[in-house]
Antibody, heavy 118, light 110 residues
């Protein structure tokens, strides 16, 4: 059974930092690309960032470029999202997703809520 | 990258068919055969329903189908059921690993 389990969300002040993790099981993690997708309260979905299977290539939405860093540890089957210089508009549920070919999101985690507020 | 355009809401009675449209540009929907559709029930994670415009993952009922013409993709649900009531999002590949979502459509089963 495929499982993706996000953690690391919480309340942070504007300008602060947070690191999200996504622990994966049920498929060969090191073989597939992965992505982070977020959803602001009551709003739609937004692709945030993606990473190749090896971790050698990373991609970002313009809204987070220069502030967020995606990475992965294939030995630990874990995906990360380092979020710096957080803004109120980054408040959202953050989902990790298996992005097998860089074209669609096959499996999703349950999400972790990030709230940026003073 | 602008969001894809979906109707805010659609509705239908059980057994009827409904179609949700998703309009983009030649840089996303029209430029690639990589449109996907997601179903999201309240408080739950999205679920993949259609990928590569027309393909259904294992376990998705065959009443769900996808198509595309030009810059507009469509999701059709034939013979809708009560459990189909949810939000539906389209998504398109937009080049260089970028993906863009639609704003979402709320399906109400009357």
């Amino acid at each position: 059974e495929v499982q993706l389990l996000e953690s690391g969300g919480g309340l942070v002040q504007p300008g602060g930092s947070l690191r999200l993790s996504c622990a994966v099981s049920g498929f060969t993690f090191s073989t597939y690309s992965m992505s982070w997708v977020r959803q602001a309260p009551g709003k739609g979905l937004e692709w945030v960032s993606g990473i190749s299977a090896s971790g050698g290539s990373t991609y970002y939405a313009d809204s987070v470029k220069g502030r967020f860093t995606i990475s992965r540890d294939n030995s630990k089957n874990t995906l990360y999202l380092q979020m710096n210089s957080l803004r109120a508009e980054d408040t959202a549920v953050y989902y990790c997703a298996k992005d097998p070919y860089g074209e669609y999101f096959e499996y999703w985690g349950q999400g972790t809520l990030v709230t940026v507020s003073s | 990258q602008s969001a894809l355009t979906q109707p805010r809401s659609v509705s239908g009675s059980p057994g009827q068919s409904v179609t949700i449209s998703c309009t983009g540009t030649s840089s996303d929907v029209g430029g690639y055969n990589y449109v996907s559709w997601y179903q999201q029930h309240p408080g739950k994670a999205p679920k993949l329903m259609i990928y590569d415009v027309t393909k259904r993952p294992s376990g998705v009922p065959d009443r769900f189908s996808g198509s595309k013409s030009g810059n507009t993709a469509s999701l059709t649900i034939s013979g809708i059921q009560a459990e189909d009531e949810a939000d539906y999002y389209c998504c398109s590949y937009a080049g260089n690993y970028l993906k863009v979502f639609g704003g979402g459509t709320k399906l109400t089963v009357l």
